[in-house]
Nanobody, 125 residues
């Protein structure tokens, strides 16, 4: 079992930045691939970014490429999502998730076994 807690969400103006954190307890993140997903009101949950257990592989949704960066800090057992040049369309609840480690980053949420409670990101125009 692993417990995931997100933080760092908030209200920001368009063009601004936020850094989300996902801290794990119960297991070390080196055992897992990690993903960030988001869900806006009335929309399905969608993949944002993912990172393999060793950090060698990353993946991004086309909508965030060049603006968001995923990274991990094994010493803190934490994964980060740096979000720059935010747009109103980025408004959503952001969730981190974990799945058994592999060399491949998967975008399908059904492959992820553990989820955090989510953190709200609101981008005003």
């Amino acid at each position: 079992q692993v417990q995931l807690v997100e933080s760092g969400g908030g209200l920001v103006q368009a063009g601004g930045s936020l850094r989300l954190s996902c801290t794990a307890s119960g297991r070390t993140l080196s055992n897992f691939n990690m993903g960030w997903f988001r869900q806006a009101p009335g929309k399905e949950r969608e993949f944002v970014s993912g990172i393999s257990w060793n950090g060698y592989s990353t993946g991004y949704a086309d909508s965030v490429k060049g603006r968001f960066t995923i990274s991990g800090d094994s010493a803190k057992n934490t994964v980060f999502l740096q979000m720059n040049s935010l747009k109103p369309d980025d408004t959503a609840v952001y969730y981190c998730a974990a799945r058994p480690r592999s060399s491949v980053v998967l975008a399908d949420s059904r492959h992820y076994d553990y989820w955090g409670q989510g953190t709200q990101v609101t981008v005003s125009s």
